[in-house]
C-alpha cells in the first residue's frame, strides 16, 4: 500500500498481491494500536474473519465490528454439503453475532481509528483471499481532524445503533424484509415507501 500519513491519498491496484486482511494489518501499523476496526463487505471467507480475531486477541485490534450483506445467510457456494451451515452462522461463531450486522449493501468500507492517526479504507475488494487485481482509494487523516473517517464512520455508528434482524440469530432464510427496512432506516433510502408526510430519516453522512 505504500507509506500513507496524515493528510495523505493512497490509491491503486493490488494486482491481485495482497488481501484486504493483509491491508488491515498494515494500516494497523500505522494508526497504533490497539485500534478499533470497522469492516463492510459483500462477500467475507470464515478464515479471513477468523485472522482479524487473531489481531483482537493479540491486542492489535480493540473494538471489531462487521457489517454484512443479507445474502451471506445463504450456503458459500463453495460448501454445498448437506447440512453446511450458512456463512453468517460460521462468521458468527468466530467474531460473536454482538459484533456483526447485516444490510442490503455492496460496499466495501474499512475504518481504522488508533490513538496515532485514522485510516479509511476503500477498496473494491471483498474481506476474503486475494485472487484478483483489485483497486482502493485510502485516506490518511489525524485524530483531531477526520472529516473522510467522520463521513464513513457515520454509517457503522447508524447501523450498530439498530438490532440485529432477529432472523439472523435463527437459521432461516427469511431475511429479505427485515435487512431491507434496516437498510432503508439507515440510509434514509430514497426509494423506500413512505408517508412523504412524515419527516425524511437521513444519516448525516448522506447530508
Known amino acids: 500500500m505504500g507509506d500513507i500519513r496524515p493528510g495523505q491519498i493512497l490509491t491503486g491496484c493490488t494486482d491481485g498481491r495482497w488481501s484486504t486482511t493483509e491491508a488491515i494489518r498494515a494500516m494497523l501499523a500505522k494508526t497504533g494500536t490497539p485500534a478499533n476496526v470497522s469492516i463492510t463487505t459483500w462477500r467475507v471467507g470464515p478464515a479471513d474473519a477468523e485472522h482479524l480475531v487473531i489481531l483482537r486477541r493479540a491486542g492489535l485490534i480493540g473494538r471489531l465490528r462487521l457489517v454484512l450483506d443479507r445474502s451471506v445467510h445463504g450456503l458459500d457456494r463453495t460448501d454445498l454439503r448437506r447440512g453446511a451451515k450458512p456463512i453468517f452462522h460460521r462468521v458468527a461463531a468466530v467474531v460473536g453475532v454482538e459484533n456483526l450486522r447485516v444490510w442490503n449493501g455492496h460496499a466495501k468500507i474499512v475504518v481504522v481509528a488508533g490513538p496515532d492517526m485514522l485510516i479509511t479504507h476503500l477498496p473494491s475488494a471483498n474481506l476474503n483471499r486475494a485472487q484478483r487485481a483489485e483497486t482502493y482509494v485510502t485516506f490518511g487523516e489525524p485524530v483531531a481532524e477526520s472529516p473522510v473517517h467522520d463521513l464513513y464512520a457515520g454509517i457503522f455508528r447508524d447501523l450498530f445503533a439498530e438490532?440485529?434482524?432477529?432472523?439472523?440469530?435463527?437459521?432461516?432464510?427469511?431475511?429479505?424484509?427485515?435487512?431491507?427496512?434496516?437498510?432503508?432506516?439507515?440510509?434514509?433510502?430514497?426509494?423506500?415507501?413512505?408517508?412523504?408526510?412524515?419527516?425524511?430519516?437521513?444519516?448525516?453522512?448522506l447530508s
Open 163 to 205: 438490532e440485529l434482524p432477529v432472523e439472523f440469530t435463527r437459521d432461516t432464510p427469511s431475511l429479505n424484509r427485515g435487512t431491507a427496512a434496516l437498510t432503508n432506516r439507515v440510509l434514509g433510502n430514497p426509494l423506500a415507501q413512505r408517508d412523504q408526510s412524515e419527516p425524511e430519516h437521513r444519516s448525516a453522512w
